[in-house]
């Protein structure tokens, strides 16, 4: 019998040696590597800027505090997401929106996103969810409809003019859409590195933006640089400098910097990225030829127009119950292989129950979350590994379909 694991990571010895390398410079935390990878994705993306951190949820926080968003504003966000989409938010002091699914969907009901917008909305955070970019051009449709409605209370909202595209792409890095790649789609994006992504650097995350007339990006970036390092006016890498021992705190703000060795392995997982998407796809194509037929529900990871990064193998069981989807997974386990749910929506979740969310109000996601399964998709598969995830999944549906 296999052993199938649901998602571990794809650690070569490309990165083994950049990382034995960073430990025998001496220079650990945050350094020349994490500057060289920020320009690497900066480049990968098409952006003018990326700033290096230590997870996705503090790249959204810090998208979000640079923004000038706090107490009194209002966020828009999907209610079938991971809570680090909502809890990033939160953390500002605004308030959170949760938006129901569409009904056929993962990703907003973006009519009722647009219905949502009042004079206390400041930003929209929509979830990439599976690697798959959302419908940009109607999320920017909605909220420059809703222009006239926009109330800023910082400098760069007054240059933006209007609410804020604010992308969770934390399963989306190298996914594209109309051309464009994930972090040059949305005014503000936030990547996700940790060990279960398709790009790891074991934990960490990344912040990019588009550029914005009338806001400079090199002292965007340096708001970044202060907020993720207690406001000190110079990184340790500036620090070491002839003479250049003294610094100022600007801000009584955050530590959430990537450090070197973070940075060592993503430097290498870049170099081997469109090889490893590759093979996302090719498993995924695998997968859809089996299970489509069958009348399982999937994701469509490519279009016309649009180029997914296969995260996530999302599927959907018609008409089981969610008792029965649990049913499945502890079968596919007692086969050894792990199989997960993306995700239970948040409005279920105590955190936001206490909040006053009730997943009454969100049927959609509640239904897409019923009969979900998430197969493995990683690139540790092997050609007999997808055979044999493929051939036990189709027999116990056997019974449910």
């Given amino acids: 019998m296999r052993k199938i694991p649901f998602s571990p990571p794809d650690i070569s010895e490309l990165e083994i040696q950049e990382v034995c390398e960073a430990l025998r410079s001496g220079w650990i935390t945050t350094g020349p590597r994490t500057k060289k990878l920020e320009q690497k994705l900066a480049q990968y993306c098409h952006t003018d800027k990326m700033v290096c951190l230590n997870s996705a949820t503090a790249a959204e926080e810090l998208n979000l505090r640079v923004l000038g968003i706090g107490p009194g504003d209002e966020v828009l966000v999907p209610a079938y997401t991971y809570t680090a989409s909502a809890s990033a938010a939160i953390h500002t002091g605004a308030t959170v929106r949760f938006i129901d699914c569409q009904e056929n969907s993962l990703e907003m ?219 499945i997974i502890v079968k596919m386990a007692e086969r050894e292989i792990a199989c997960n749910v993306h995700y239970k929506p948040l409005p279920m979740m105590t955190a936001y129950k206490t909040l006053g969310f009730d997943i009454e109000d969100y049927p959609n996601a509640y239904k897409h979350y019923a009969n979900e399964i998430t197969l493995p998709l990683h690139t540790k598969l092997s050609d007999e590994d997808v055979a044999y995830v493929i051939e036990n999944f189709t027999e116990i549906l056997k019974e449910y379909l």
């Fill in 109 to 327: 009901d973006y009519d009722r996103m647009e219905a949502a917008i009042t004079e206390k909305t400041k930003a929209v955070i929509p979830v990439d969810l599976g690697g798959i970019p959302c419908d940009y051009d109607r999320i920017y449709e909605a909220v420059e409809r809703k222009k006239d409605l926009f109330r800023p209370n910082s400098e760069i909202q007054k240059a933006m003019g209007r609410i804020a595209v604010v992308a969770d792409c934390a399963h989306a890095l190298g996914a594209e859409k109309n051309g464009e790649m994930t972090g040059a789609l949305a005014d503000f994006s936030s990547f996700s590195f940790h060990a279960v992504k398709n790009f790891t650097t074991a934990e960490g995350g990344a912040s990019c933006w588009k550029t914005i007339p009338g806001v400079d990006n090199d002292e965007l970036y340096h708001q970044y640089q202060l907020l993720s390092l207690h406001g000190q006016s110079k990184d340790a890498l500036a620090k070491t400098k002839l003479g250049a021992w003294e610094y100022d705190i600007v801000g009584p703000w955050y530590k959430c910097n990537m450090t070197d060795i973070m940075a060592a392995i993503g430097l290498k997982q870049l170099e081997r990225y469109p090889g490893l998407l590759q093979r996302r796809a090719e498993i995924i194509r695998r997968y859809d030829a089996a299970l489509k037929p069958l009348g399982v529900e999937t994701l469509t990871h490519f279009g016309e127009d649009y180029r997914s990064s296969g995260h996530l193998y999302i599927t959907r069981v018609p008409n089981i119950t969610e008792q029965q989807r649990n049913d």
